[in-house]
């Protein structure tokens, strides 16, 4: 017989980071509902959810809310503020976050599960592809909270180490589009390209501001200075249209992915999709999330966070993007970085991969000890 499961679902689906913030909570409520529909795993899952809508002061008490409730594993938050405002509580209680985004880093708490992936996972091998290509004097643009600040000033080391020099160093509040000064500078600077750490309504007004710049100018055209991002998803490519195209991301995922496994995957789930989502990364760590948890239960029989974390460390699981496997160590996901470049309809073409995963280093431990630059990603033909 089958027995329920009580799952946390903690997404913002309203503030300045919406759109990704919905873009987890639909992978994580559509795994569970697939899930529930087939009988996988032999367990039922039951959602409980909770929407911060962008407060970060009710991170925290939505998470005990949770736990209190019984929940042991939660999926969810967006922002590396919202994760950590919700730690103190996981750590009091022995819960469990499994956490579906990228991150900047320096972080391996025994209570969260990181599915998405850290810096020597994204920014590094962006860095490896972009600077023998376009140069290494980049303007560095960002939202003012841990993300950009931290993602910045790894880019700032592996450019100075690569002979590099950064050009400029901006951030704006979350949320703030008032970015005219920023182009204004770049257009004067002329930087080689320019690293996008920007969240929300301030990536998209960036991005829009600089085509406006491309179309004044063609030096700065996406062909001769592109922006380049670790967090892009395709619905906000989608949302900026033509005006985003020929700018770079970096993701183990994109939904143009052109494997036997990510289109079964996109077949099994599209009828139970809102229109017009559009799968993304966010998306589906977030999905592999609550399956791994699922089975995680059904394999070991038990609901403790530390026997799923071995199990998660031992089993891989066949996420759209190749296995799946966390890392015991530090509790990071073992991901292969995909370099892309977005297209006017809202997609992505993938232009180099690596399918040998790269084991998670979120301190940059051994990473920032190899030689800068290094092109280890083959071009996809």
């Not at 929940?71 to 469990?96: D, Y």
């Not at 962006?126 to 910045?152: A, C, F, H, K, Q």
């Not at 199990?311 to 699981?317: D, K, L």
């Not at 232009?351 to 030689?371: F, H, Q």
């Amino acid at each position: 017989m089958e027995h329920t499961v009580p799952i946390g679902v903690l997404f913002s689906r309203s503030g300045p980071y919406e759109t990704l913030g919905r873009e987890g909570y639909l992978g994580a409520t559509t795994a569970i509902r697939e899930i529930n529909a087939h009988g996988l795993y032999g367990i039922r899952l039951a959602a409980e959810i909770r929407d911060p809508a962008g407060n970060i002061e009710a991170y925290a008490p939505l998470c005990r809310d949770l736990v209190e409730g019984g929940v042991r594993f939660v999926v969810g938050c967006t922002t590396s503020w919202s994760r950590k405002e919700v730690i103190p509580v996981l750590e009091k209680t022995g819960a469990q976050l499994w956490y579906p985004c990228p991150y900047e880093g320096f972080e391996a708490n025994d209570h969260v599960v990181y599915v998405g992936a850290c810096p020597n996972q994204h920014i590094l091998p962006l860095l490896d592809y972009v600077l023998p290509r376009y140069g290494r004097e980049p303007l560095l643009v960002g939202s003012n909270y841990i993300w950009g600040w931290e993602t910045s000033r790894i880019a700032r080391e592996v450019v100075e180490r690569a002979g590099g020099a950064i050009k400029g160093e901006r951030f704006v509040p979350l949320g703030d589009t008032d970015i005219a000064r920023i182009i204004d500078e770049i257009q004067r600077k002329q930087p080689d390209f320019v690293l996008n750490t920007l969240i929300g309504p301030s990536s998209r007004a960036f991005v829009e501001a600089y085509h406006d710049l491309g179309e004044r100018d063609p030096r700065f055209s996406a062909a001769e200075r592109p922006i380049i991002s670790c967090n892009w998803t395709e619905s906000e490519i989608a949302a900026m249209g033509r005006k985003a195209a020929g700018h770079l991301s970096v993701a183990p995922y994109f939904a143009s992915l052109e494997t036997l496994d990510n289109r079964e995957f996109l077949a099994t789930i599209s009828a139970m999709l809102p229109a017009p989502l559009r799968v993304s990364a966010f998306f589906v760590q977030a999905y592999a999330a609550v399956h791994m948890i699922a089975r995680g239960i059904a394999a070991t029989g038990e609901r403790s966070p530390a026997a799923l974390l071995a199990y998660a460390a031992e089993t891989a699981y066949p996420a759209p993007f190749g296995p799946l496997r966390i890392h015991p160590a530090t509790n990071h996901a073992i991901l292969a970085p995909r370099i892309a470049r977005a297209r006017a309809d809202g997609t992505f073409e993938v232009l180099s991969a690596d399918e040998t995963a790269i084991v998670p280093d979120p301190y940059l431990v051994s990473s920032l000890s190899r030689p800068p630059a290094v092109k280890h990603l083959r071009v996809v033909k």
